[in-house]
T-cell receptor
Framework: GEDVEQSLFLSVREGDSSVINCTYTDSSSTYLYWYKQEPGAGLQLLTYIFSNMDMKQDQRLTVLLNKKDKHLSLRIADTQTGDSAIYFCAENNYGQNFVFGPGTRLSVLP | NAGVTQTPKFRVLKTGQSMTLLCAQDMNHEYMYWYRQDPGMGLRLIHYSVGEGTTAKGEVPDGYNVSRLKKQNFLLGLESAAPSQTSVYFC?????FGAGGGDEQFFGPGTRLTVL
């Protein structure tokens, strides 16, 4: 079945860049997503990328997609303490269901 | 718009008790989902619905039942709660796929359930 993998933890210093990585197995994935979950809350969509794109930039966020290696990354520039959260990678192929990774807990140290 | 709402926010059950979690959305979305979130395991799909009156099993459906009698509501039932069902439960909804691409799932705030 489809699978999405992420490392579980990442720590960075405030002001540094964070890079959160994700790998997926479904080569027919059409959309790949990054969601953010703050403590005690549901998931919120940060950004998404269509599979025919290599890169998408949105303010401090840069998404890179390597379709050949089935690798997705999320770069957060100038990471702030408010960026501390769990980040989920997810994929979908025009299907009914999304497949989520286990989430990466980002800790931003002062 | 309230988006996706869930009730209750917290619940403690004893083993063998039953309960129903309610999810409501006011975005006229076709698709609705129930997930459970456990540490280190991300979100696992329990059941989902592609429209009023329809339901389907997800990855971990055992011990749960669902109903979608109205388009805006999706109910998750536990008939006989077990400690293994201690988790945080999230409801989500999305519009019909292909409507605009990059279809976003909108999530509720979650229900934290403890089964003793």
């Amino acid at each position: 079945g489809e699978d999405v993998e992420q490392s579980l933890f990442l720590s960075v210093r405030e002001g540094d860049s964070s890079v959160i990585n994700c790998t997926y197995t479904d080569s027919s994935s059409t959309y790949l997503y990054w969601y953010k979950q703050e403590p005690g809350a549901g998931l919120q969509l940060l950004t998404y990328i269509f599979s025919n794109m290599d890169m998408k930039q949105d303010q401090r966020l840069t998404v890179l997609l390597n379709k050949k290696d089935k690798h997705l990354s999320l770069r957060i520039a100038d990471t702030q303490t408010g960026d501390s959260a769990i980040y989920f990678c997810a994929e979908n192929n025009y299907g009914q269901n999304f497949v989520f990774g286990p989430g990466t807990r980002l800790s931003v140290l002062p | 718009n309230a988006g996706v709402t869930q009730t209750p926010k917290f619940r403690v059950l004893k083993t063998g008790q039953s309960m129903t979690l309610l999810c409501a959305q006011d975005m006229n979305h076709e698709y609705m989902y129930w997930y459970r979130q456990d540490p280190g395991m991300g979100l696992r799909l329990i059941h989902y619905s592609v429209g009023e009156g329809t339901t389907a099993k997800g990855e971990v459906p055992d011990g749960y039942n669902v109903s979608r009698l109205k388009k805006q509501n999706f109910l998750l039932g536990l008939e006989s709660a077990a400690p293994s069902q201690t988790s945080v439960y999230f409801c989500a909804s999305t519009s019909r796929f292909g409507a605009g691409g990059g279809d976003e799932q909108f999530f509720g705030p979650g229900t934290r359930l403890t089964v003793l």
